[in-house]
């Protein structure tokens, strides 16, 4: 494989499992010093020792992305222990609230969107300045395809990730003169293990979502994960301020 990434530094957070491994695992694959993050300390860790008994460069900082200074300090760490930041991709993300608007409450709503767009602002207000001082570099935002369209029955996550979109384009257009970019990618329906646990436990529900992608299924996490290699690298020197889709033509119709 490639070298795209050697003598980078690159933070995942929700790097546990799904995209987020995957991503991770890509971009230390192409030489990427990866700093991992999650609330999972045992599965982070054990991402992170397979990467390194792959050759990779990884560490495992455990982080709560809602909680400010917990971002705070794995910008830092990143810095510290490599000496740089020159990318990330935030990642962390979830649904807590479910059903018509007016049913839901307010935890429901603040719990959407602090893992959902919080998370994504803390990320952004210490990367930024970390990555600037590295010379420039990229960041990538998971806003998932309903950052783009609606989708009943979820309305804070939905709001939730058109704000990482809004957050992303007017976030592009302040660093794009420090030579950093930011773009968010709107995925699809992942084969992720929170989704097989979820609504592609059984076979009804993985038909239904495999039926809402014209291609008839979902997509691999390995998939994304190429696709947000090719915008975290030089290669996409010019795309910033995109919402990107990976979606099996979910937003097409």
Known sequence: MSSRFESKVIVVTGATSGMGQAVAERVAAEGASVVLAGRRKDEGEQVAADIRANGGQALF?????????????????????????????????????????????????????????????????????????????????????????????????????????GITRATALETAAQGIRINALVTGGVDTPLARATMLATDEGRAMVAGLHPVGRVAQPEEIAAFAAFLLSDEASFVTGAALAIDGGFTAR
């Open 61 to 165: 900082v455990p982080t709560d992305v809602t909680v400010e200074s917990d971002v705070e300090n794995l910008v830092r760490t990143a810095v510290t222990e490599f000496g740089r930041l020159d990318g990330a991709f935030n990642n962390a993300g979830g649904m807590n609230s479910f059903g018509p608007v007016q049913d839901l409450d307010e935890a429901g709503w603040r719990a959407d969107l602090d893992v959902n767009l919080s998370s994504v602002f803390y990320g952004l207000k210490y990367q930024v300045p970390a990555i600037a001082a590295a010379g420039g570099g990229a960041i990538l935002n998971n806003a998932s395809n309903l950052g783009v369209v609606g989708f009943e029955s979820v309305a804070p996550y939905v709001a939730a990730k058109h704000g990482v979109v």
